[in-house]
């Protein structure tokens, strides 16, 4: 890996790397060149990076810009959701992560919030109630009941009267991929205003 360019903001280094190979399916090798690199600085400065990551990898210089714009992306989610996203070394990495801050953009612009989610923050709030929590972590925990009910360290059978419960109060069908995916990506989206 060749470093074309390097320059220094704040505390900030940005470096862009020409790689030996920009043919697909040879990311990998390119992100250990990085952490070689990284090591390296490690060694011979004493310095190494508190956290880092690399936008795609394109074959024209014009998507510098693009690539810069995807790594401050990845960055800013990897703060937002870091247990989610510790693997994440390149944008690509980031999976259903990278659409985040589309949503969000989109939900701020028609200035939409769910209103699953409103009925259920209200209830929780006149009821003195952990619903919406119930439900997140539900929801992150694929559904399982048995896994979600040992992080609530509660009874199967008390989950199961919660997840009815979400369901009366907010007119949902939990056995609905859509609605579960959307109530998913919605609360991930509030979650990068955070």
């Known amino acids: 890996m060749r470093i ?3 320059a220094m903001t704040d505390a900030r280094l940005v470096l862009l790397a020409a ?3 920009p043919a697909a399916g040879h990311e ?3 992100w250990e060149a990085m952490l070689r690199m ?3 600085m490690k060694q011979r400065f004493g310095i190494s990076p508190v956290d880092s990551g690399s936008g795609m990898i394109y074959s024209d210089y014009a998507m510098v810009e693009r690539s810069y714009q995807e790594a401050l ?3 800013q989610i990897k703060r937002r959701f870091p ?3 510790s693997s994440a070394h390149s ?3 980031l999976g259903y992560y990278r659409y985040l801050p589309h949503i969000l953009q989109e939900k701020q612009l028609h200035r ?3 209103p699953a989610l409103s009925k259920l923050r209200k209830y929780d709030r006149e009821h003195n109630s952990e619903l919406l929590q119930t439900l997140e972590l539900y929801l992150s925990q694929d559904s399982n009941v048995k896994a979600t009910a040992d992080l609530l360290h509660v009874h199967i059978n008390t989950l199961t009267y919660r997840l009815k419960r979400i369901a009366e109060i907010v007119d949902i069908d939990l056995n609905s991929m859509d609605q579960k995916v959307t109530l998913y990506l919605d609360l991930k989206a509030e979650k990068m205003l955070e």
Do not use: G, I, K, M
């Open 38 to 40: 990284f090591r390296q």
């Open 91 to 93: 944008y690509p990495d």
């Open 83 to 85: 247990e989610e996203t």
């Open 73 to 75: 992306t990845l960055l």
């Open 112 to 114: 939409f919030e769910n």
């Open 28 to 30: 990998e090798e390119q």
């Open 4 to 6: 074309v360019l390097h």
């Open 19 to 21: 790689a030996p190979s």
